[in-house]
């Protein structure tokens, strides 16, 4: 009995550690939608507590024909977490600057039909990309209630927060202050810049992608070996079923998440500083 306590003991203790690394694995770039009524219960997804519910089933069900406790944790660890450590890395910064760079062409073309900036951003209603399309409608409509141009595209800047967007806006704002005097050459130099950071960027994105892909085909490879394992030969993991050998399995597991959440959190795009950033006074200000 103390050996059952303590070995689930130990189990919660890397369960928790499972979800710790699975908050330093992720960092996205968007900031998070937020969910529906009834999605969440508890501050849980409903997604993950059906993991959360079929890893435990699954742990049990071990559990009773085999006598591995540390099932009962594993498997729910394993079910919960891994998913989340082998899917692919959102490519949200990738998605933006396509966005940038079309509506940016939008720009450059409205322009150098002898539009002013504002016209050229109200003209661009109907052909936005969806990732800027509820932002651009958002700045024409503040343009419409006689917003300045610097204020609105610096409020633009601060609901998008990211480096590249300031850059494309900093710029909008500078040619609006000009006067629209440059502006087509401006914009489409600005496109050609996005352009060649796009093309960086997706070859570093397929760069990081490969040892993804490894280690999905390993850790598919391991579980398969594993549960035949089990299946075939049980007798290879009754060292296992020893109180020590139970703790060295939640380490063993705990390990190789930990080292799964440590190389998704490398091939995650550092996020880079913006420049279009208000003080704190300016904020009051404009409060």
């Known amino acids: 009995m103390t050996a059952l306590v303590a070995a689930l003991g130990a189990g919660v203790g890397i369960a928790g550690l499972f979800l710790v690394l699975l908050g330093l694995g992720e960092r996205t770039v968007q900031r998070p939608r937020r969910p529906a009524r009834g999605q969440r219960l508890l501050g849980i997804p409903r997604g993950t507590r059906v993991r959360i519910g079929v890893g435990l089933l699954t742990g049990l069900a071990v559990l009773l024909f085999t006598g591995f406790i540390p099932a009962l944790v594993i498997l729910p660890g394993v079910i919960v977490v891994l998913p989340g450590l082998l899917r692919t ?39 936005l990309p969806p990732r800027l399309s509820t932002h651009v409608r958002v700045l024409i409509a503040r343009l419409d209630a006689r917003w300045p141009l610097p204020d609105a595209l610096q ?39 996005l352009q060649d950071r796009l093309r960086a960027a997706r070859e570093i994105a397929a760069e990081r992608a490969k040892p993804q892909i490894v280690v999905r085909q390993v850790t598919l490879i391991t579980l398969v070996v594993l549960a035949a394992g089990m299946v075939f030969a049980p007798g290879y993991f009754a060292a296992y079923r020893t109180p020590t050998g139970q703790a060295l399995a939640m380490l063993l597991a705990a390990g190789y998440l930990g080292s799964l959440a440590a190389l998704r959190r490398l091939n995650l795009p550092r996020r880079r500083d913006r420049i279009l950033v208000r003080s704190a006074a300016g904020v009051m200000a404009n409060a």
């Open 89 to 127: 890395a959102p490519q949200s910064e990738i998605e933006l600057m396509e966005a940038l760079d079309r509506w940016v062409r939008l720009l450059a073309a409205s322009v150098g039909t002898g539009k002013s900036v504002v016209d050229a951003l109200r003209s661009t209603r109907s052909q």
């Open 155 to 193: 409020a633009m800047a601060d609901e998008v927060d990211s480096a590249d967007a300031d850059q494309v806006l900093a710029a909008l704002i500078l040619v609006g202050q000009r006067g629209g005097i440059g502006a087509s050459a401006t914009l489409t130099a600005l496109s050609d810049g």
